[in-house]
């Protein structure tokens, strides 16, 4: 029998396969929430026994405004799974795609980190203790600055004592520099899926 090596940084084919491999590593167990389920992306290689879903725009379980939960929420679930709106693009230009990432609609840089940090202590909360919180974003340039999504959320979940126990960074092949643009920042090729334990 051969032992699978899992990679903190890795090609992986889709979230599903990526989802898996932390899954793998014990990081989702009990009852979990998915809040923001999409199309369920997420549970394409890997279905938990109790996968409760939330979503404003899709058939789901609940469709709750993943920054405001219910009250009663407090500490209900085992594992709480963010894949939050997290491209930092402005004025939408790319259609359905954006659409289907939740970036459809204008917002400032600001307003759109406000919602991430929002939702991920929005989970913290609903999170019971010893659980974990999943929270997928990616560091980007914008406006030509770097924007660190990952310290933001870290810093964010650690005020309210969850302690990152994981990162695992999802890489895509990186996109051409555009013609006639100079490049001052490295482009990030990946995303990041960070685990916090609460």
Same mark, same amino acid.
């Given at each position: *029998? ?143 600055? *770097? ?12 005020? =309210? ?9 999802? =890489? ?21 899926? *960070?685990?916090?334990?609460?």
């Amino acid at each position: *029998m051969t032992n699978k090596q899992i990679n903190a940084a890795h090609y992986w084919r889709n979230n599903g396969e990526l989802i898996a491999d932390v899954a793998s590593l014990g990081f989702i167990k009990g009852k979990i929430l998915d809040t923001t389920y999409g199309l369920g992306a997420f549970w394409g290689s890997y279905t938990p026994k109790e996968l409760a879903s939330n979503d404003l725009y899709t058939a789901a379980d609940y469709s709750y405004n993943f920054t405001n939960f219910p009250s009663h929420w407090e500490n209900k679930w085992d594992t709480t799974v963010f894949d939050p709106p997290y491209k930092l693009n402005g004025t939408p230009s790319q259609g359905q795609v954006d659409k289907a990432y939740g970036v459809h609609k204008k917002a400032t840089l600001q307003e759109r980190m406000d919602l991430i940090i929002a939702g991920a202590k929005e989970c913290c909360r609903v999170t019971k203790d010893k659980g974990f919180i999943l929270v997928k974003v990616q560091d980007q340039v914008s406006s030509g600055k *770097m924007h660190f999504q990952t310290d933001a959320v870290s810093s964010a979940l650690v005020e =309210l004592g969850a302690v990152k126990v994981a990162q695992m960074h999802f =890489l895509r092949h990186p996109r051409p520099q555009p013609q006639g643009r100079k490049q001052v920042h490295p482009r990030s090729n990946f995303s990041t899926l *960070m685990v916090f334990k609460k």
